[in-house]
């Protein structure tokens, strides 16, 4: 069985790197003694969160482009789980919906589903949620958790931009792509981002003051 327990979270990040062994991630530091089948679960866990999150969508004043929660969902799914057990987690959702799951926006599902407008940002999900939990195992933890979380929120638009370009706009200028994929979406990410950036710090406050008491 796979254990952390002897594997404590420092009181304070290392310093920043991409190479080198991973720390433990968030979910490992709040449960130090967490095994392979507790780590399946969270796994689980975060798939019927995320599939929930997808159904809250909210309108900004005088703003016609609804802001939802899935971007909200992959970067903590990363944040919290790490770079390993947040891409399995964000994996299998992905899986699921084009199984045929209704897990997707609104509870869209299928092979139409991830092949149409939105299945590059699907993809970029998959990208941002195996890089903010990356760069949050190699440093970027605590106080730092910010940062993971806004280089994952850019990289959603990563794959979304190049499946526009190929897929649906086909390779217009690039002040149409960014106009169509980008801005009318950058005040609700910008919400998105700073909430899981609080609330991914708050966590690791918690398991740095359970860790604290534990000795």
């Known amino acids: 069985m796979e254990s952390i327990s002897t594997a404590r979270t420092p009181a304070r990040a290392r310093a920043w790197t991409l190479t080198g062994p991973a720390e433990p991630s968030l979910f490992e530091a709040l449960f130090p003694g ?13 798939i019927g969160i995320t599939a ?29 789980l790490g770079w390993r057990w947040g891409f399995v ?22 092979w139409r589903y991830v092949t ?15 890089l903010t939990g990356y760069l949050s195992q190699h440093g970027w933890s605590r106080g730092r958790a910010l940062w993971p979380i806004a280089l994952g929120t850019i990289a959603v638009y990563i794959p979304a931009l190049i499946w526009l370009s190929a897929f649906d706009l086909g390779w217009p200028a690039p002040g149409e792509i ?31 003051w359970r860790s604290s008491r534990h000795g």
Request: overall charge neutral; aromatic content about 12%.
């Open 34 to 46: 967490a095994t392979r089948a507790h780590k399946i679960v969270a796994a689980a866990l975060f």
């Open 52 to 80: 929930g999150l997808t159904r809250v969508r909210f309108f900004l004043p005088d703003d016609l482009v609804p802001i939802t929660l899935q971007t909200f969902a992959a970067l903590m799914t990363g944040a919290v």
């Open 89 to 110: 987690s964000i994996a299998a959702y992905y899986l699921l919906g084009m199984a045929g799951a209704p897990v997707f926006q609104g509870g869209g599902n299928g």
């Open 116 to 130: 149409d407008v939105g299945g590059g940002y699907l993809m970029g999900f998959i990208l941002a949620t195996w």
């Open 178 to 208: 960014f106009s169509s994929g980008v801005y009318p979406y950058i005040p609700g990410d910008l919400l998105t981002m700073l909430a899981a950036g609080l609330v991914a710090g708050l966590l690791w406050r918690v398991a740095d």
